[in-house]
């Protein structure tokens, strides 16, 4: 499904409006269709930047925890154990924003907040674009490395796939060498 804004992005005005269609309940795809764009651009949108508002102290996310008859000593081998799930929370929309019993709600919570997004995919953005952070030493350390085994005719690939004290993946050292051939 092609954006109908003609943009690839997501833009501050998409986010809000995720976030409005979050908060009265609508699902993921019916976001999607609202804004023009695919469920899983939704889905990667509210993956990525969802926050945890609170955590819980509990050991474990016991969905008989309120009304504990095992005197609320959560292990998985309890005899009343059961694995709290939420249908908002942990399938979709993935986030508990709009949720009747938030306040209420004693296990871990996440939320999407449109502004706090914009400011990650921003910051992001931009760090993207700085360039590699490489000092002098590292540079050398890896020059002493590669510079022996590019002479002796090892191909970068192979010298990236057997120095992973190189600390960069293999695209990276493949892309590397396409720009310096």
Known sequence: MSAVSGYTH???QDRIAIQAGIESGSRKAA????LGKDKSTISKEIK???FARRTTALPLECKHYPDCSYGHKCSETCPGYALFSCARRDRSPG?????????????DQYEYNAERAQAEYNRLLT?????????????RRMAEIVGPLLKSGKSPATICKTHPELGISFGTCIATFRTVS
């Open 31 to 34: 976001i999607a269709v609202s």
């Open 48 to 50: 990525a930047h969802r």
């Open 95 to 107: 986030v508990c924003n709009g949720c009747e019993e938030r306040d209420a709600c004693p296990f």
């Open 10 to 12: 997501l833009t501050l």
């Open 127 to 139: 760090e993207s674009r700085a360039g590699a952070n490489l000092l002098p030493e590292e540079a």
